[in-house]
């Protein structure tokens, strides 16, 4: 079954430095794509950056870049010179397409505070 | 470029009241999602739209939950004889098909509160 796994409740960090949110995933299909989205207390999810299973390369987005580690089954989130504007909950998803589900399904998330 | 709206952004309601809520997706996707997350969790899937037809339903989807799509453009979700559980974030996506990369975009969600 797919799953989804964010370790990390909340993570602080200064502004200007870089912080990683971490993400391991657990599927049995060879073909997923991962998602990270970001969501301010206002509510609304943010689309930030998208990693496929056959990428050669880490994906990357602005300030956003993704370390993924297909053998590790991890994915985690790099944010580059942290912005107050950065503090949100932070959520990776991944969708495969094990029995034709067309759903994304999400990790419990992740708090960052950016601190000035 | 306008995004995915939805309407209300937030919904008191009484225990046992029927409530709907509605999505507007961004024009050109033939995708609509419909997601309900609740405090502390990431968003959980309930249905989704390609064009007009409903091609899947969670089990989290009681048979008190009922959504369409009508002519493919807007969608609605109804829950009737609300109850306490149900209050959550009810959160809208839509997409454009285009296999595993496809990327679903939200709208800002309905809060519900069941009173």
């Known amino acids: 079954a797919q799953k989804i796994t964010q370790t990390q409740p909340g993570m602080f960090v200064q502004e200007k430095e870089a912080v990683t949110l971490d993400c391991t995933y657990d599927?049995?299909?060879?073909?997923?794509?991962l998602f990270w989205y970001k969501q301010p207390s206002s509510g609304e999810m943010i689309f930030l950056i998208y990693q496929g299973s056959y990428d050669q390369q880490n994906a990357t987005e602005g300030r956003y870049s993704l370390n993924f580690q297909k053998a590790r089954k991890s994915a985690n989130l790099v944010i580059s010179a942290s912005q107050l504007g950065d503090s949100a909950m932070y959520f990776c998803?991944?969708?495969?397409?094990?029995?034709?589900?067309?759903?994304?399904?999400f990790g419990k998330g992740t708090k960052l505070t950016v601190n000035p | 470029d306008t995004g995915v709206s939805q309407d209300p952004r937030h919904k008191i309601t009484k225990r046992g009241q029927n409530v709907t809520f509605r999505c507007d997706p961004i024009?050109?996707?033939?995708?609509l999602y419909w997601y309900r997350q609740t405090l502390g969790q990431g968003p959980e899937f309930l249905t989704y739209f390609q064009n007009e037809a409903q091609l899947e339903k969670s089990r989290l989807l009681s048979d008190r939950f009922s959504a369409e799509r009508p002519k493919g453009s807007f969608s609605t979700l109804e829950i009737q004889r609300t109850e306490q559980g149900d209050s959550a974030m009810y959160l809208c996506?839509?997409?454009?098909?285009?296999?595993?990369?496809?990327?679903?975009?939200f709208g800002p969600g309905t809060r519900l509160l069941v009173l």
């Open positions: 024009s050109e996707h033939n995708r």
């Open positions: 996506a839509s997409s454009y098909s285009r296999g595993i990369e496809e990327t679903q975009y």
């Open positions: 998803a991944m969708r495969d397409t094990q029995g034709g589900s067309e759903k994304l399904v």
């Open positions: 599927t049995s299909d060879p073909s997923y794509g």
